[in-house]
């Protein structure tokens, strides 16, 4: 497989390891890999040459690759450059940077032709993420690139296996397994590993097939969606980037500063009427299509530079306005602003939000009082771009009519990744990743230099701005959803006291002829963008804290805890029944019911798996992760918990 990554022709593989994580290891506080798979689409489940046991032999295969010799008879001279995909690159990469700066390796910032033995990365500080690392043997030897995949497809390797319809594995090798002294891999250690490296090969493939050039030239799915949108909103232009910046310029300083203060997510709490209670009455659970598209697509959006003024904004009809306000408020119905959730009064306290915001606050707050500070106002119009959400959504309905789980995944993540790149921060600093004196990875932070080609102005404008930020429209998307959301929940229940819990783009109310009646009257159920449906009715409830809840409803119970999967302890009752076999747990852990009472999302420990680095590389091993009352819902727990 070839592809065109800025202009120059890759050969494509992919990569993945097996490692060390017994107990020996741990102890140690030091692993490396035992096995790994390093193919591209020629490659055999049965052939030996598919198979790596060292790190030392994926580098020597890795500058075999990128400096390949013409074969007899051969017209055209080979290709030398590879691009290396894998599924979490951060984990692989940790290993592979102690055998590189062991082995002579530097690090450069920008590579050149004539380097020999150097290397780059796109990472965070810890090395948590990697996005794209470059690697150059010789002057003579290609460009090596690697490229992480969960980053355009995260979810899982198996279910994103799963949705592009491949074939995926069923058992599981026994990764606490000593292998550390004279191990000899078996025929069925080797099969897991290709199975899972051939998963990577597949779904490169499929998307080769759509002769889709964005796909390769992007690290993830935020920056292929991104350019996805952009050429949808200037079809006809050769640089659709450029016209991209004349509407949505780069902002100074100032205004950025600004305008960073009102940024904020999706809204995510239970009232506190309701919060910590064991809630034995029917619930409706309703969700809305694809929430930020909807915002993106129905209303109008800031676009050029700002005007400062000072006061309260006049225009409302023509101009978008960011407000910077005092407010002060006596009591709650619902809180429509993050910052307020879980204070039930305030003097005077400072917000930065949007015209509509505040409109949506009057609806809110009992005796609300705002002071006018200051303010950008904008022209706004509808997104250059609209129609894309409205292309993907029907794409995504045609995809699900005829079972098409690939396309069903695809239009969802071109959909909903877009929008966060416009409030990128600008990429001021260069991480270089190094080993410290413990053998761990780590990095040290190198500040960017001004290319000669940039004078002042523009280098500033660099140092404040990544490639697509604008954070008036990419603020204001996810301000309409959350005014939406509480304004949805208002015509539902205009005092606010039947809605139980927010989660972005989901509403749980209590279900009574009251609630049920407005719901079919006031709220729009098309199946489109805007659309709310309902997604499941609940016979008993607990919301404790942001994404961290149960209920129950026909199909058993359910448990959202905040990044606690129960998998250890479902394993451990698996272990207990005398069940022994990997796959026979994998199916008691698919198949498992909670019992309502069996966890307790209030105030709990349970192990859950924790990666971490050591010398060599990273081991998974299990810790304890506690649930409890955060301090600030201290008093509404003793209130509506113990009181009950």
């Not at 030996?48 to 390949?68: G, H, I, T």
């Not at 069925?188 to 090969?201: L, N, P, Q, W």
């Not at 003024?309 to 960011?322: E, M, V």
């Not at 789980?405 to 966060?420: E, T, W």
Request: hydrophobic share 35%; glycine share 4%; proline share 3%.
């Amino acid at each position: 497989m070839q592809v065109r990554i800025n202009r120059k022709k890759y050969n494509v593989y992919a990569f993945d390891i097996e490692t060390h994580n017994d107990e020996e290891s741990i102890k140690k506080r030091e692993t490396s890999m035992w096995l790994g798979c390093l193919i591209d689409e020629n490659n055999k489940i049965d052939d030996e040459a598919s198979y790596l046991y060292s790190m030392e032999e994926v580098f020597n295969k890795l500058e075999a690759l990128s400096n390949p010799k013409r074969k007899h008879g051969e017209k055209k001279k080979p290709c030398k450059n590879i691009v290396v995909y894998v599924y979490n690159l951060s984990f692989e990469w940790s290993f592979m940077v102690p055998y590189m700066l062991e082995n002579g390796f530097t690090f450069k910032a920008i590579i050149e032709d004539d380097d020999e033995y150097v290397f780059n990365t796109i990472s965070t500080h810890s090395v948590s993420s990697v996005w794209n690392i470059n690697i150059k043997f010789s002057a003579n030897s290609g460009n090596i690139i690697f490229r992480d995949l969960a980053k355009i497809y995260g979810g899982g390797l198996r279910n994103v296996a799963q949705a592009f319809n491949l074939p995926t594995q069923k058992g599981e090798i026994d990764y606490r397994l000593n292998r550390l002294h004279n191990h000899i891999v078996t025929k069925e250690e080797k099969e897991y590993c290709f199975k899972d490296t051939r998963i990577i090969i597949d779904i490169l493939s499929i998307m080769q097939a759509k002769g889709d050039r964005y796909f390769f030239n992007s690290m993830s799915m935020a920056s292929y969606s991104m350019r996805m949108m952009i050429k949808y909103g200037w079809p006809r232009t050769t640089k659709p980037y450029a016209k991209y910046r004349e509407l949505y310029p780069e902002l100074k300083e100032e205004e950025t500063a600004f305008l960073r203060n009102a940024v904020s997510g999706g809204i995510t709490y239970a009232p506190e009427r309701w919060q910590f209670k064991d809630i034995k009455h029917d619930i409706i659970c309703i969700d809305k299509n694809s929430m930020h598209p909807s915002s993106a697509y129905f209303n109008k959006f800031a676009w050029g530079y700002g005007e400062y003024k000072t006061g309260r904004p006049f225009d409302y009809a023509n101009y978008s306005n960011c407000c910077h306000v005092r407010v002060s408020y006596a009591g709650v119905k619902l809180h429509s602003v993050i910052k307020l959730i879980g204070i039930p009064y305030v003097d005077d306290f400072e917000l930065t939000l949007w015209d509509f915001e505040i409109e949506t606050m009057k609806k809110c707050y009992d005796n609300l009082e705002i002071e006018y500070i200051d303010y950008y106002r904008y022209r706004k119009k509808p997104l250059i771009w609209r129609r894309y959400y409205a292309h993907c959504y029907y794409a995504r309905l045609e995809a699900k009519e005829r079972g098409d789980d690939f396309n069903v995944l695809y239009y969802k993540l071109l959909m909903n990744s877009s929008y966060g790149k416009s409030l990128e921060k600008a990429h001021i600093s260069i991480f270089e990743n190094y080993i410290d004196d413990d053998g761990i990875i780590t990095s040290k932070t190198i500040n960017k230099n001004k290319p000669s080609y940039l004078n002042d102005e523009e280098w500033n404008s660099k140092m404040i701005n990544a490639k697509y930020t604008y954070l008036p429209y990419g603020s204001q998307i996810p301000a309409y959803s959350r005014c939406d959301l509480i304004e949805t929940a208002l015509k539902i229940s205009p005092d606010g006291s039947k809605i139980v819990y927010f989660d972005t783009d989901s509403i749980f109310f209590i279900k009574d002829d009251e609630t049920m009646a407005n719901f079919e009257k006031y709220v729009n159920k098309r199946n489109f963008l805007g659309g709310w449906k309902i997604d499941k009715v609940i016979e008993r409830a607990q919301f404790t804290a942001p994404k961290r809840y149960k209920y129950k409803d026909s199909k058993g119970t359910h448990i959202k805890a905040g990044g606690i999967n129960f998998t250890k302890y479902i394993s451990d009752r698996a272990k207990e029944k005398g069940i022994t076999e990997i796959e026979d747990i994998n199916k008691f852990i698919n198949d498992y019911q909670f019992e309502y009472n069996e966890v307790n999302i209030v105030s709990s420990i349970w192990q859950v798996q924790r990666a971490y680095r050591v010398r060599g590389g990273t081991i998974i091993e299990f810790q304890d992760k506690e649930m409890s009352v955060p301090k600030k819902y201290k008093e509404i727990f003793e209130n509506n918990f113990e009181n009950e």
